[in-house]
């Protein structure tokens, strides 16, 4: 009898409660499964929606380890498990599907067609995740090979990175020489959306935030102008448009403020996305807050393929991560200063 490993892990064990730093079983692989050593893992708000929702909210069962931003090293491999090797550096597509419906075996699990019937979103969302020393990943197929990326820069890639591409990459077409795009909130998310916009599109990007060093991050990642969010704001955006308004709006905070904003500073025929979870409302209506021709985007996470291309592009020098990296013991303290405001970029955290 193989005596039972042991790995620190953050856990969440009652809704509503704190997270536990505690220890869980290190599982061995079996099947199609492949163990992973977590070198990584990122802190998001998403998170703290976890952590604050109330019983029956979520179909998750408890308890479970938090962390679904996650880099690492192939630690040991099932028997059917193909297309890995041990001691390969890489990251873990989130979102985990039921891995038979069309979507899940094209790699669109964050748009799993039977989503409803899962209890769990993926890692460190109903199943274990990465915030401990190993996280054990259905199939092969929900990993992406790192290269040689610094754990900490790739974890984020995963979330942070990936969730803005695939909003991105809906939009390109739409996007020439003379666009604006506004990025609502320079954080995790939104300081990478403004490198994304640089890296692939010809837009003059806008930022908007609160916060005057969020604003001067969003500069030292490309952005053309940033204003911070006050009462004249949708006037300020305009002018900044020549009066048109935005072809698009990336909103990566999404409460009532914000989503009226982008609505009033959208160009006609332009595309309102709302990435945020920060439980805003707009009406939509004709006549209404959005103008004649709008679309209304609400992307979910990202694709396994658009995985592999945030990390070519990391891996080309194109993304940069603003890091607070921090150990993984640390991961109460992590979650109390994202929602205190007190985060710039992306809190990584890193097992001992
Ligand atoms: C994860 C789970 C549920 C809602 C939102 C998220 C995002 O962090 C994924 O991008
Ligand atoms: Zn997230
Ligand atoms: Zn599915």
């Not at 092969?140 to 991105?168: K, N, S």
């Not at 053309?224 to 905070?253: E, I, K, N, P, S």
Request: one cysteine or more.
């Amino acid at each position: 009898m193989t005596p039972t490993r042991k790995t620190p892990a953050v856990r969440l064990s009652t809704w509503g409660g704190h997270p536990e730093l505690t220890e869980a079983e290190v599982p061995d692989p079996i099947g199609d499964e492949v163990l992973v050593r977590v070198e990584a893992a990122g802190v998001c708000h998403s998170d703290l929606h976890v952590l604050d929702a109330r019983p029956g909210t979520l179909p998750y069962r408890l308890p479970f380890t938090l962390g679904h931003e996650i880099a690492g090293r192939v630690a040991a491999i099932g028997t059917e498990a193909r297309g890995v090797t041990i001691g390969e550096r890489v990251v873990v597509h989130g979102p985990w599907g039921c891995g038979q419906c069309r979507r899940c075996v094209a790699g669109q699990d964050n748009y799993c067609d039977r989503r409803a019937g899962l209890e769990w979103s993926g890692a460190g969302l109903g199943r274990d995740g990465g915030m401990a020393g190993h996280v054990l990943v259905p199939h092969a197929r929900h990993l992406v090979p790192a290269g040689e990326l610094d754990a900490t820069q790739a974890a984020p890639l995963t979330d942070a990175g990936l969730t803005p591409y695939h909003a991105i990459a809906g939009l390109v077409d739409e996007l020439g020489e003379d666009s604006a795009v506004a990025v609502v909130g320079v954080g995790g998310l939104g300081h990478l959306a403004v490198q994304l916009l640089r890296a692939l599109t010809p837009s003059r990007v806008v930022a908007v935030d609160t916060r005057e060093d969020a604003l001067e991050l969003a500069h030292s990642c490309g952005a053309h102008l940033g204003t911070l969010a006050r009462a004249d704001t949708a006037d300020v955006l305009r002018a900044a448009t020549g009066g048109t308004g935005f072809d698009a709006v990336l909103d990566f905070v999404g409460n009532d403020a914000t989503l009226a904003l982008g609505a009033a500073t959208l160009r006609t025929g332009g595309t309102l996305v709302a990435l945020g979870s920060g439980g805003g409302r707009l009406m939509i209506g004709k006549p209404g807050p959005l103008p004649q021709g709008a679309t209304l985007s609400l992307p979910f996470w990202g694709t396994g393929p658009e995985l592999h291309a945030v990390v070519a592009l990391a891996l080309a020098g194109k993304l940069r991560v603003a890091t607070d990296v921090r150990p993984l013991t640390e991961a109460v303290q992590a979650f109390d200063d994202l929602r205190a405001g007190r985060v710039l970029g992306r809190v990584v955290l890193v097992p001992s």
